[in-house]
T-cell receptor, first 114, second 114 residues
């Protein structure tokens, strides 16, 4: 158990809809990262938050947005969903100090868009 | 952008065999990480490398940070059934100031033949 939690585990929705994925980082971690993994693909970095502020952006679509709250949990919002958005979405967190590059992943949310 | 080429794409081995896989980058990294992912689960951090030439072990796993800083290697000795899964390398670009974005390889799928 990495200590990173994600909800829900599975999500099934229709095209055009909007969903929210939630992530709680490990206790004490200030950084949260979101990744997308399509079928049999590697992980694509979407966005990073650090202590409530956006820190880095990857290949995140304009239809997607995220935020990190004062209690450090984060939400990823996906809107106007398309079939191609079906994927596993992972959240990761990392700590300060010398091991700040080590990201610990949650169990993921499997999104299916029908 | 950066690309990480991971090879081999897949491996079919017998229990007890040793395994070697590697990752090469088009540019230098200052951190290399190796993760293992089981189906439907989040990646689990195996080994982190921070210095060129560094050799680090974690049980039967040994990883090395290449001297050129553009490659890394992972070896698994005396494979066992629970080693089955997908292994990902990940690296951090030292020029990504202010963020800790990781670039992931495409993965090596390890299968153990009975």
């Amino acid at each position: 158990d990495s200590g990173v939690t994600q909800t829900p585990k599975h999500l099934i929705t229709a095209t055009g809809q909007r969903v929210t994925l939630r992530c709680s980082p490990r206790s004490g971690d200030l950084s949260v990262y979101w990744y997308q993994q399509s079928l049999d693909q590697g992980l694509q970095f979407l966005i990073q938050y650090y202590n409530g502020e956006e820190r880095a952006k990857g290949n995140i679509l304009e239809r997607f947005s995220a935020q990190q709250f004062p209690d450090l949990h984060s939400e990823l919002n996906l809107s106007s969903l398309e079939l191609g958005d079906s994927a596993l979405y992972f959240c990761a967190s990392s700590s300060q100090g010398n091991s700040y590059n080590e990201q610990f992943f949650g169990p993921g949310t499997r999104l299916t868009v029908l | 952008g950066q690309q990480l080429n991971q090879s081999p794409q897949s491996m079919f081995i017998q229990e007890g065999e040793d395994v070697s896989m590697n990752c090469t980058s088009s540019s230098i990294f200052n951190t290399w990480l190796w993760y293992k992912q089981d189906p439907g689960e989040g990646p689990v951090l195996l080994i982190a490398l921070y210095k060129a030439g560094e050799l680090t072990s974690n049980g039967r796993l040994t990883a090395q940070f290449g001297i050129t800083r553009k490659d890394s290697f992972l070896n698994i000795s005396a494979s066992i059934p629970s080693d089955v899964g997908i292994y990902f390398c990940a690296g951090r670009d030292p020029h990504n100031f202010g963020n800790e974005k990781l670039t992931f390889g495409t993965g090596t799928r390890l299968t153990i033949i009975p």
